[in-house]
């Protein structure tokens, strides 16, 4: 049954990639700079740095360990630094950021995806090859990869900023999908429980090593950089 899946997958992304290939050699190249997490990147393309927003997927929140973690780290191993990619935009999100399908022998979003580590984010699909998104998330629901680990899945990322940081519990169904949002309500879930404002710390260093240790809220405009006004 497995075999059968992945030949009607191979079907699916067939027309996709052959309509893909002259968009690709079109599009100008763009070269890796960092990761964010598991679905937002930065990118320098003809000399301008670009933050990125993975089109149509959503990967686990830092704070919800270890996914979270897990998920930056499978996007690490496909796009190393330094690395070449194409990009397809098709948006601007509300903090600026392009969001946009990456290419690197073959599509990031749908191989983040097919290991599990990132849901689609069905709200936000339709600019992209639906049927192969959604027949790749069932397959790594069927193998328990990454985020299928759990019976159901963990708690959609969605569903965690918006404050449902409880474990998804098997059979309940997700709720629907919502506008990418700031992460307010994962404040709830920081590691050691302890909250922190911008004044308190005092030091630009310091809200950068606090939010390499999971503490997002203090990224507000998610762009990487915590408490910029202390810079």
Not at 24 to 29: G, L, M, N, R, V
Not at 69 to 92: C, D, E, F, I, Y
Not at 112 to 129: E, I, K, P, T
Not at 209 to 223: A, E, K, P
Request: aromatic share 8%; hydrophobic share 40%.
């Amino acid at each position: 049954m497995l075999r059968k899946a992945t030949q009607t997958l191979a079907l699916l992304l067939g027309p996709f990639l052959a309509g893909l290939g002259p968009f690709c050699q079109a599009a100008a190249a763009a070269t890796v700079l960092s990761i964010g997490d598991g679905d937002t990147i930065s990118v320098l393309e003809r000399g301008q740095r670009l933050k990125l927003r993975l089109a149509c997927i959503d990967s686990p929140e830092t704070a919800q360990s270890p996914y979270g973690l897990a998920s930056r780290n499978k996007l690490k191993a496909l796009l190393p630094m330094g690395s070449t990619v194409k990009l397809r935009v098709l948006a601007v999100d509300r903090y600026g950021r392009s969001v946009a399908e990456v290419f690197a022998k073959g599509s990031i979003n749908l191989a983040m995806v097919q290991s599990g580590q990132a849901f689609v984010y069905r709200q936000y699909l339709g600019r992209c090859n639906r049927g192969a998104y959604l027949l790749a998330e069932r397959q790594a629901q069927a193998q328990r990869l990454g985020v299928w680990a759990v019976p159901g899945g963990i708690t959609r990322p969605w569903d965690f900023r918006h404050g449902g940081g409880e474990q998804r519990r098997p059979g309940t169904a997700p709720a629907a999908g919502h506008l990418i949002a700031p992460t307010a309500f994962a404040q709830a879930y920081q590691p050691g429980g302890q909250l922190y404002t911008c004044k308190q710390i005092g030091s630009f260093a310091r809200a950068q090593g606090l939010l390499r240790q999971g503490h997002s809220y203090l990224d507000r405009n998610g762009d990487g950089v915590a408490c910029e006004s202390l810079r």
